[in-house]
């Protein structure tokens, strides 16, 4: 699986921003998404987690209530709205796959894309 997240940006305190994260391959459906994010120094984190069919899905505490993940297969893309956003989610996002069952560990994500960069000004 080859992933190529998008759509991060600079974006003021409490505005929005839309992640994608488009997938290769025919059996998307078959892989739990997730989304991290990193910050120079410090270890990668987990963000928001969805499984193969969509219909359950986690988030990090940081983050619930102002983020959602969701995904559409027939597109093999997988996406992270993120609204309000707060100065402190300044990190790179990455997203990853997985199998098996629900996870928020990052060892247990076998694919990752390359990074897109997310900026929140105060």
């Known amino acids: 699986v080859q992933l190529q997240a998008s759509g991060g940006g600079l974006v003021q305190a409490g505005g929005s921003l839309r992640l994608s994260c488009a997938a290769s391959?025919?059996?998307?459906?078959?892989?739990?998404m997730g989304w991290f994010r990193q910050t120079p120094g410090k270890e990668r984190e987990f963000v928001a987690g969805i499984m193969g069919g969509g219909s359950y899905s986690w988030y990090s505490d940081s983050v619930k209530g102002r983020f959602t993940i969701s995904r559409d297969n027939a597109l093999n893309t997988v996406y992270l709205q993120m609204n309000p956003l707060k100065p402190d989610d300044t990190a790179v996002y990455y997203c990853a796959a997985g199998t098996n069952s629900y996870s928020d560990n990052v060892g247990s994500y076998d694919y990752w894309g390359q990074g897109t960069q997310v900026t929140v000004s105060s």
């Open positions: 391959g025919r059996t998307f459906d078959r892989y739990r």
